[in-house]
Structures are given as C-alpha cells and as structure tokens.
C-alpha cells in the first residue's frame, strides 16, 4: 500500500456506489473517495452522497464532527430541533453528537460532498436517532 502522506487522485466513477441493506435508515447512497479502509490516506473520510427524489437520510448522529457540501439538488436539512433550506452552494457544520438528517426536497437527486475528521468510515458509528413509518 502506498505512503499515507503520499498524494492520492480518484475519480467519483471509479467508485462503488454504496448503501444500508435497512430500509429504516433511508434511501441515501455514497460513493466513499478516501478512508483508511480503502485507500492510503489519514485524518479524513470524505465522499459524495445521493439522496433521490422523494427519499431522506433519516436522523442521526455518531462522534465524528462532519461537513456537508451541497452540489446538486434541493433539499430540508434537520440540524439539531431545527430545518433549513439547503441548494446546490449550501455548506453546513456538524458537531460531535448533533442529530442531524436530509431530506430531498426537489425534482432531481440531491448530492452532496461530505467529510468526517477521522481515518475511516469504519470508525463512524451511526446512532440512528429516529425512524421513518
């Protein structure tokens, strides 16, 4: 494997496209671009997430502070008790433990970058917070 200090280039497309087996948890995908667990790299876990038309990422929290940057879409963001509005440019800061979800809200998927401040999406463990139905 080589050096995690080494640079490191991917492409979106040459990344599987992931998701939860549990229906409960939302109908969000990702594609994951650097975590320890599948590439050379530290410090970050970053990748893009796709939330299509009429589906959500249900509420949750886990340790890891994350970021979310919207490129594509519209979309209710619930950060906290609170919603708000989110479009392709929005940017939002997630602390530690913050319950927070994504709903698409528009006629086309909804995408966003996301990253977390730990080596691996291993290391994020998911504390769903509320369930759909």
């Known amino acids: 494997m080589t050096d995690p200090t080494s ?3 991917r492409h979106l497309d040459d990344v599987p496209d992931e998701e939860w087996s549990d ?3 939302g109908g969000a995908s990702w594609r994951t ?3 320890a667990d599948v590439t050379p790299t530290s410090a970050l876990t970053t990748g893009v997430s796709s939330v299509p038309t009429g589906q959500a990422l249900v509420r949750h929290r886990h340790v890891a502070v994350e970021t979310y940057f919207f490129i594509e879409g519209h979309g209710v963001l619930t950060l906290g008790h609170d ?3 989110v ?3 929005s940017a939002v800061h ?3 433990l913050t319950p927070h979800g994504v709903r698409n809200a528009g006629p086309t998927t909804l995408r966003f970058f996301y990253a977390f401040a ?3 999406f291993e290391d994020v463990a998911y504390d769903f917070v ?3 139905g």
Request: net charge negative.
């Open 87 to 89: 479009r392709a440019g």
């Open 94 to 96: 997630i602390p530690s």
């Open 118 to 120: 730990t080596d691996s």
């Open 33 to 35: 671009l650097f975590s």
């Open 23 to 25: 229906p409960s948890r």
């Open 7 to 9: 640079p490191l280039v």
């Open 83 to 85: 919603e708000y509005p």
């Open 130 to 132: 509320e369930h759909p």
